[in-house]
């Protein structure tokens, strides 16, 4: 049992059936990305009764196995829950670390806020990692651009139909090895323009991390799958066709006279961690950022004349990758050269190298699980 800085205590049960050596082994061979599971997974309720009393309790690991839920969980019929991405970094050493945590801490708790859920402390969210990678850190890779894949989440479990926030949640952490996010060695990726659908609108969850934002964009995501591309690119059609992120990154584009350009956040954006990182270390790195209005026009003549160099998209799954085109019904346009620029490529090594110890952390972005 190990007690938390807000007081809760987690207790351990241990998964009597885990996979053996061998198993795991084979797995961490070529682990993908969200195909496998470790051994156990991180819980804690939250309970609350009409008049408010109650809170956050039951802390533990247990098992990874199914959820019991009743069929009338508002989960499933108001999709009250949102989700969060982080991952755990084997170093050199054996020790096991994790990137800008209490990032991810604050904007599940900016989630919560958007789905009416309970905020959970950041330290308690801290603790259930380490909790976790505790109980599984055999589970952590330690091959290039290898990590362990954290994925905290929170269901309102409350069996009611009435419509208003549940009384009744769990907080849950699971964890899965993860290679390459697009599969084998980085390549620039295609990227398909959406026009019939759009990933946030004014005032709706665009900044929450939830899963009705991605459920969402699934069917433009067929759409770019159809057009041969890998992911799919949304546009805000009420601002000039302002560019947006793509379905599960933002994205940025590399000037030729040393600027770098990202859409700014206007409500509809996730706020990225690896979008804020990317910009410190493009700051660092004598770049002048800009959070602005970039249009697709913009993206089409600065392509056309050269201003634009790079784009690239990131995000905690893919870390940073490389657009070699964006594919439109009008036409295709082309990244310069390869797609795998040369910026691109400085900063995603770098990130890399902080977030697996071979860099120095200057930032003190790094927290220590195991």
């Not at 793509?246 to 409500?267: E, H, K, Q, S």
């Amino acid at each position: 049992m190990t007690q938390t800085a807000n007081g809760l205590a987690f207790t351990r049960q241990p998964n009597t059936n885990p996979k053996s050596d061998a198993e795991r082994a084979a797995i961490l061979a070529n682990p993908g990305f969200g195909d496998y599971f470790t051994d156990h997974t991180a819980v804690v309720d939250f309970t609350i009764d009409a008049n408010g009393q109650g809170g956050w309790g039951n802390a533990r690991i247990e098992p990874y196995g199914p959820i019991a839920m009743d069929p009338a969980a508002a989960v499933l019929h108001y999709g009250q829950e949102i989700f969060e991405g982080l991952k755990a970094y084997r170093h050199a050493d054996g020790s096991v670390w994790s990137f800008r945590p209490e990032a991810n801490a604050a904007r599940f708790n900016t989630s919560a806020r958007r789905l009416a859920l309970p905020e959970l402390p950041e330290e308690v969210f801290i603790e259930s990692l380490r909790q976790l990678v505790a109980a599984d850190q055999a589970w952590v890779p330690s091959g290039d651009g290898e990590a362990l894949y954290l994925r905290p989440f929170m269901i309102a479990t409350e069996a009611f139909l009435g419509v208003r926030p549940a009384r009744e949640v769990s907080y849950r952490v699971i964890a899965s090895p993860a290679g390459n996010y697009f599969g084998g060695e980085l390549k620039p990726v295609s990227i398909w323009l959406s026009t019939s659908y759009a990933r946030a609108g004014e005032g709706g969850t665009g900044e929450a991390k939830c899963g009705g934002n991605y459920a969402a964009s699934l069917a433009a995501q067929m759409e770019a799958e159809a057009q041969g591309c890998k992911q799919v690119l949304f546009l805000d059609p009420f601002n000039d066709n302002a560019i947006e992120e793509l379905g599960g990154m933002n994205i940025f584009f590399v000037f030729r006279d040393g600027r770098l350009v990202t859409p700014a956040l206007n409500g509809h954006i996730l706020h990225g961690i690896t979008r804020s990182s990317v910009m410190q270390l493009a700051a660092d790195r004598g770049l002048k950022v800009e959070e602005r209005k970039i249009t697709i026009d913009e993206w089409r003549t600065g392509v056309a004349s050269g201003e634009i160099t790079e784009a690239f998209a990131c995000g905690t799954a893919a870390v940073i990758t490389p657009i070699g085109e964006l594919k439109t019904a009008e036409g295709t346009i082309a990244s310069p050269g390869s797609g795998a620029g040369e910026v691109t490529m400085a900063i995603r090594e770098q990130l890399l190298g902080i977030q697996t110890g071979a860099v120095e952390d200057l930032h003190g972005w790094l927290t220590r699980l195991v």
